[in-house]
């Protein structure tokens, strides 16, 4: 066990110094950075449009995914050749992001989402192996990693970079508010042992009822694999030379003054599409993990400006039948074009839409 120990720090030690001669004989190349992403669409979404900026300031850009996602969007894309790695543009092709796999352990169709624990113990001790792996072949091509660039979700990324020398990144992709609030109950989480009906108090941040608190901070969280991953994100937090957030300053600077002493805070954003931000001219980079259901698109250029409500609540959220018929019903009640992304009915669950209402 002592020599296996011992031949691994000399291999990792190898890989560094390899790294380094690449980055020292290239130091007149672009900036290279890696982001690291999970098979989400809401997780892909702000990755990939903070890689296009990059790009567009003449650094290359790679993003890296489970093989679930690459595959999914290989499958999505009826043109790409067999064995090549994906290559996104943007409209006019002046904006190009790389995209490559990264092995997480999982046989191909594997049920990842069944156990999420044993998927993040696998994921963060195959994937951190099978990412080395791909930033040292790369180093070696002359392709030198300059950052790494993980989110909330893949945590061990920070250790990765560690090994191997290179600097390392956090893109939060949710409000630099609920960076604060999700910041302070991991280092105070006596200030959210309230009961319903309490209001809490936070700096910069509005009072707010208990009952409105972001579920994983509450002690009824249905969802205990995501407050895992948020603490391992937050141990990390001072391996990360930079924070950076899908925010902009003019949203909420008195939040970003307020952390600047606990955790600094970079805003990048906001990391939504052009059209959102009145450039209809400009196309986004896109990779989709599904193809484009084009009758509900044709459906909705079709409608006036500002006209339609848009519904989604992600991948993993489920709701009671009773909420579900609420939201349903009122929807439909205000009269308003709507557009709902719901997910489909798993088995014997109650989540489903409530009976009579597509046909109405």
Known sequence: DALTRSNGSIERRRDVVGIEAAMASTADRRPYVMLVALAAQGHLNPMLRFASRLASKS????????????QQILNA????????????????????????PFSDGFEPGADRSRDMN????QLAAVGSASLSELIVDLARQGR????????????????????LGIPCATLWIQSCAVFA?????????????????????????????????????RPDNPYPFYTRLLNSQFEKMKSYRWVFANSADELERQVIDSMAE?????????LVPFAL????????VRADLWAAELNCLE??????????????????????????????????????????????????????????????
């Open 77 to 100: 894309r009826s043109d790409h050749p067999a064995g090549t790695p994906i290559h996104v543009a943007d409209g006019d092709h002046r904006v190009r992001v790389e995209i490559r």
């Open 59 to 70: 650094v290359d850009v790679t993003l890296a995914l489970t093989p679930n996602a690459y």
């Open 181 to 217: 609030a999700y910041y302070r109950y991991h280092h105070e989480p006596s200030q959210f042992q309230e009961t319903a009906g309490d209001i809490l108090k936070f700096p910069t941040l509005p009072p707010i009822r208990f009952e409105d608190l972001p579920s994983l901070v």
């Open 118 to 121: 044993l998927y993040l113990d």
């Open 277 to 284: 931000l009145g450039r209809r001219g400009t196309c986004d």
């Open 299 to 360: 459906w909705l250029d079709g409608q006036p400006d500002n006209s339609v409500i848009y519904v989604s609540f992600g991948s993993y959220l489920t709701f009671p039948a009773q909420q579900m018929a609420e939201l349903a019903w009122g929807l439909k009640n205000s009269g308003t074009r709507f557009m709902w992304m719901v997910k489909p009915k798993v088995d014997d669950s109650d989540s489903g839409l409530p009976e009579d209402f597509v046909d109405e």
């Open 144 to 163: 030198p990693v300059s950052c790494l660039v993980g989110n909330q979700f893949t945590s061990w990324v920070a250790d990765v970079a560690a090994r």
């Open 262 to 270: 606990l955790q600094p805070i970079k805003p990048v954003g906001p």
